[in-house]
């Protein structure tokens, strides 16, 4: 069944911006630790950036640092990316996952419990 679902993906030009959106189908995930991961094709899956419940506590891979923003609406159960200056380099299929069992936002893809069936972004020169 599917727990978490991404939506936002699609096509830009360089220096252009997306908002991701993952959605979750229980209002349990509103006190877990939320994460998204990117992966290239022919490459491993990375940390993009994650949440913790509240909110006021995120991290942020060095190579989206300043450019991407995570947050959440717990209310909506619902869990955002803000992409801003993006980069060809970006390109990756994007995915949410959750950590039932952190109390921290951690990068480690096999923290993560539930993950979503990904989003495409696309970024062209």
């Known amino acids: 069944q599917v727990q978490l679902e991404e939506s936002g993906g699609g096509s830009v030009q360089a220096g252009g911006s997306l908002r991701l959106s993952c959605a979750a189908s229980?209002?349990?995930?509103?006190?877990?630790?939320m994460g998204w991961f990117r992966q290239a094709p022919g490459k491993e899956r990375g940390f993009v950036a994650g949440?913790?419940?509240?909110?006021?506590?995120?991290a942020y891979a060095n190579s989206v640092k300043g450019r991407f923003t995570i947050s959440r609406d717990n209310a909506k159960n619902t869990v955002y990316l803000q992409m801003n200056s993006l980069k060809p380099e970006d390109t990756a299929v994007y995915y949410c996952?959750?950590?039932?069992?952190?109390?921290?936002?951690?990068?480690?893809?096999?923290?993560?419990?539930?993950w979503g069936q990904g989003t495409q972004v696309t970024v062209s020169s």
């Open positions: 996952a959750s950590d039932r069992a952190g109390l921290v936002v951690t990068t480690t893809p096999i923290n993560y419990d539930y």
């Open positions: 229980e209002r349990t995930f509103n006190v877990y630790v």
């Open positions: 949440i913790d419940w509240s909110g006021r506590s995120t």
